[in-house]
């Protein structure tokens, strides 16, 4: 088994470079330079970075190759989505043992490159080093085509609020796998597939598909603010609260309704609590003036008021921890 | 002691943007959002992202925190530079034990705020996750402000190299410290100051200053091809020599002159070496027309000829090691 020690560190560049798609119309200069170089038509770039990191973001125990790859693109891919601007490129920093298997890296980089293509972008940089587990940081960059970005701070009084894409699903998914379903993912039991709505609970924790076309489709349609659901809606939505000066309130059976059909698995209060609670979804949430129609595949979820910046479940404080914090 | 898991991921996010400079000129939306906006007047962004990972790019023990955030700023802005670009913008991926102290994470913050400030670029975003040791990922931005930007791949025969900054100072920092001299950066060693070569050599390595300026000028005077010295004089030169389909002749009494006085703690075959393939000076290599005056700071030390793409050193193959691969 070809290990990356046997490949080295410049033969896994050359390795990743030829498993990648070739580099996209914006790329002027990509991988095997001291920088890329991306055309930035519109005079401005839109970029962020995000860690994926081996115990603390995915498992190999759980996790194909492919599904790391997959996620390391989603997370950063959607943040762009949610300023209103269509990815165009990522750099990926990528630190893993010696002994890890080199198949593992070409699949690891078949996922990440099928994510990269999804969203229209493609891989023009990076680094590489060594590390006791696989850690990974990825930066997106995006292009807004002349429109303006979507802040957290632009919803105003009687905006409506709607969300695309799964709503707990990723949490729910991670919630089966703590309890010891067995991963679909892996080779044993993909040979013996047991219920499929556990199955997509968990790729959707694994693997997951933001709607990165609906984060410009929105901005073009006036979305005054927007967010990607990576702490969880109520937190999330704090952080459009607070930053646009308004209160929300949000309506359970629009919750219901956007969070899907609950599987047997859980009850309808912890399939409710997943949506308003749960993380990494990557789904985008925005705010819209109350008389624009609603993209197709957005779901009314609820509104803004003048008040106090807090959101509301229903017209009450939800009562349980509002989301994720990496270090308490 | 105030420590992260006091502060908390918001707490945090929050200190680190009150320790940072305001946005600079390009920063259309900064810390706080899903992503940044930065301006790239000229249609283009350069783009690299690099990892400063504890214990295998530095230790707590040698390194004051300020030091930590000087070099995760430098390694990252000194590939912008070696593209002829001025950095604008550096995100910052951090990820750290709980029990780490707000006050090491204050003064990491000053140094990488003070290399930045003088690069000219200032911090628009980044991510902060939890680890069993520090963890940083430095993705750096740039401007090339219309200029072309110069590639490994351009130097053409009959070119001058010349060097701008150190030359294995950086290593010949590391081997000291590797022999046991205490780090002068240490509280206990600055106050009973040692030998003041041997201190500059150390703070090369814990905190190397690359010369950002030179990058841009170099460009605007006409470099062929440019590389910034992470991995080696003669590694790095190989790169231009590849992607250049030249030969590279290096004379040891310009690298010696280049290298600057040699400290009585190594012997001048120690210090050549050094020069030829120590690593993390980053500072720049770069080759120009044969009838180009160099810039100031400059220092010639070979030339470019046709033939196959190799360096040599005195007209033969050096013999030992080209330079450092991570995972070998």
Do not use: N, Q, Y
């Given at each position: 088994m070809q290990t990356l020690a046997d490949l080295g560190e410049f033969g896994l560049i050359a390795a990743l470079s030829a498993w990648l798609p070739p580099p996209g119309p914006h790329t002027q200069t990509g991988i095997g330079d001291d920088a890329a170089v991306l055309a930035t038509p519109d005079g401005r770039v839109v970029a962020t970075t995000d860690f994926l990191l081996e115990?603390?973001?995915?498992r190999r125990t759980w996790s194909q190759p492919r599904d790391v790859g997959h996620k390391a693109a989603a997370r950063s891919l959607a943040d762009v989505a949610a300023m209103g601007a269509v990815p165009t490129a990522l750099l990926i920093a990528l630190a893993a043992p010696p002994d890890l298997e080199v198949s593992w890296l070409a699949d690891f980089t078949k996922g990440l490159a099928a994510e990269c293509t999804r969203a229209g972008a493609t891989v023009i940089g990076g680094d590489t080093a060594r590390a006791d587990s696989i850690l990974l940081a990825v930066t997106a960059l995006g292009d807004l085509s002349g429109r303006p970005h979507v802040l957290r701070s632009g919803a105003r009084p009687g905006d409506q609020l709607a969300v695309c894409g799964p709503l707990g699903h990723a949490a729910a998914g991670l919630a089966l796998l703590f309890r010891?379903?067995?991963?679909?993912?892996?080779p044993a039991a993909q040979s013996t597939p047991g219920d499929p709505a556990v199955a997509a609970l968990i790729a959707a924790q694994l693997s997951p598909s933001p709607p990165y076309a609906a984060g410009p489709e929105a901005a073009a349609l006036g979305a005054t603010a927007m967010i990607d659901i990576s702490d969880g809606l109520l937190a999330d939505l704090g952080h459009i609260a607070a930053a646009s000066h308004i209160r929300i309130n949000l309506k359970t059976p629009a919750i219901r309704t956007a969070a899907g059909s609950r599987p047997a698995q859980f009850t309808p209060d912890q399939w409710l609590t997943f949506a308003l609670t749960g993380g990494e979804d990557h789904s985008l949430v925005a705010a819209f003036p109350p008389e624009s129609p609603l993209p197709p595949h957005w779901h009314h979820i609820g509104q803004t008021s003048t008040g106090e910046a807090e959101v509301l479940v229903d017209g009450q404080p939800w009562s349980t921890t509002p989301g994720w914090d990496h270090f308490r």
């Open positions: 115990g603390r973001h995915f010891g379903e067995p991963s679909p993912r892996t």
